[in-house]
């Protein structure tokens, strides 16, 4: 998993509330256990005029070009500022794969919903949580602003705007670790390699049979 550390990156506005995990990928391109290969049809059914299958060429779909990510102010997007319930519906854990895959790293709400916002941990996504006002601010900040952009720092835990405003957000300590050090739950396993395999030699020892 890739290390989070700092970000500063231009943010796109999804204004929208429960955003389900249906909407972010698609039931129909739920056929793969691979992590790659989702981000062209995250927010598919929003993004493009027709119905998408799996095996499409997304390059010659027709675009909705009234939605914010087929916008060419929002190319190359890495935060994604929403609304309340971000993730709800079903747990697929496709749904991070797909908007990391996209190329998101940070999606900020004033709330997520709870399988979804621990998936993001678990695949190098950091969902920040801000109060309904703040995340009003940043709308605002974003409409009024060109190539709007956030630093993040997640060692100090602040979003920083343009203008210099800071805010504070809160993060799990645990959680903050992992994604610091890249660390998903097979990079936590190896970190106890030594004390595996020094296991596995003495129950092998005591129990040849097996």
Partial sequence: M?????LNGLVVPLDRANVDTDAIIPKQFLKSIKRSGF???AFDEWRYLDHGEPGMDNSTRP????????QPRYQGAQVLLTRENFGCGSSREHAPWALEDYGFRVIIAPSFADIFFNNCFKNGLLPIKLDANTVDALFKAEAATA??????????QTITLPDGTVYPFIVD???KHCLLNGLDDIGLTLQHM???SA????HRAAQPWL
Avoid at 2 to 6: D, M, N, P
């Fill in 147 to 156: 190539n709007f952009k956030l630093a993040i720092d997640l060692e100090a």
């Fill in 199 to 202: 296991f596995e030699a003495k």
């Fill in 63 to 70: 675009l909705n070009t009234e939605f914010v990510l087929n």
């Fill in 194 to 196: 030594d004390e595996i």
């Fill in 2 to 6: 890739e290390k989070f550390t700092q």
């Fill in 39 to 41: 981000g062209p049809n």
């Fill in 173 to 175: 300590a645990f959680r």
